[in-house]
């Protein structure tokens, strides 16, 4: 299937200058090629602990729509896993196709899907911010869940009805409770390598965790997404579809699995 007509560079301003990041050797997203991928055994489960309280609001950014966390305290972490110590949650975000046939970063085996959510956490334990942990090497951990069609999902719900409050770039509303959580497949197995953020200014500081298992969503859900603009109030304007980063070079490095 052709991947979507990579409208990447005209999409947004903050991509225009999107040149991979000159040398970089560990740029995302990549495909993930189940065969390649070496399972190893002493990847622990994911722990995730999330505080539905520390959600405070949602915005369109321009590239995406966000729902950020106070991540002033412990409160909503990760550890386990791959990682050495816990991650604050940060936000998390999607990106999505302007049709089903695409929207995914990641790929498994060259199969896209129509979107993907990201789950943003920073290392506490090495950096004081999370400004500062995104040009640390091991700075931050993305989880990466696949959305595909099907069933309506209930919790996703609660964002989509919220979506048209934040229909222009830098528009903002409250969101007070929420627990990501309900958007983890419950499935544990996840793939595993060091990437790099798939916007500018791109630093190859994360530690992305791809879930193995999508989530489901229904075709209203997803076209709830491609309501939303990338253009300011009063601008002309431009559906916030299709904005996801092309597929980077896998180079020299290996994608572990957490199952066999
Ligand atoms: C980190 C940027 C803001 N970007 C992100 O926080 C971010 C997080 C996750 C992803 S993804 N899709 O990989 O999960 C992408 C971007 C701000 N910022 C701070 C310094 C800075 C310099 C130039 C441009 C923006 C800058
Ligand atoms: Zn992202």
């Not at 983890?184 to 060091?194: A, F, H, N």
């Not at 076209?223 to 603009?229: I, T």
Request: hydrophobic fraction near 35%.
């Amino acid at each position: 299937l052709q991947r979507a007509p990579c409208r990447y560079a005209d999409l947004h301003p903050l991509w225009q200058s999107e040149l991979s990041v000159s040398g970089g050797t560990r740029q995302s997203p990549i495909n993930i090629q189940w065969r390649d991928s070496v399972y190893d055994p002493h990847l622990k489960p994911l722990k995730i602990h999330y505080d539905p309280t520390t959600c405070l609001y949602i915005w369109n950014n321009g590239y995406s729509f966000q729902v950020e966390f106070d991540d002033s305290a412990d409160k909503s972490v990760i550890m386990g896993g791959p990682l050495e110590n816990h991650y604050r949650l940060k936000q998390f975000h999607f990106h999505w196709g302007a049709i089903n046939e695409w929207g995914s970063e990641h790929m498994v085996d060259s199969k896209v899907y129509p979107a993907e959510l990201h789950l943003v956490h920073w290392n506490p334990v090495t950096s004081t911010s999370f400004e500062e942990a995104i040009m640390e090497n091991n700075g931050l951990v993305v989880i990466g869940v696949f959305l595909k069609l099907g069933a309506h999902h209930a919790g996703l719900q609660k964002l989509v009805d919220a979506l048209p409050a934040v229909k222009h770039k830098d528009t903002i509303v409250e969101f007070d409770v929420f627990d990501p959580s309900c958007l983890m497949p419950s499935c544990p197995d996840y793939w595993t390598y060091d990437g790099s953020l798939t916007t500018p200014p791109l630093t190859e500081s994360v530690t992305w965790i791809i879930k193995k298992t999508p989530i489901e969503v229904d075709q209203n859900q997803l076209e709830e997404f491609r309501m939303l603009l990338f253009t300011s109030a009063g601008e002309e304007e431009k559906r916030m579809v299709d904005n996801f980063r092309p597929l980077q070079p896998l180079m020299n490095r290996t994608v572990r699995s957490s199952f066999r």
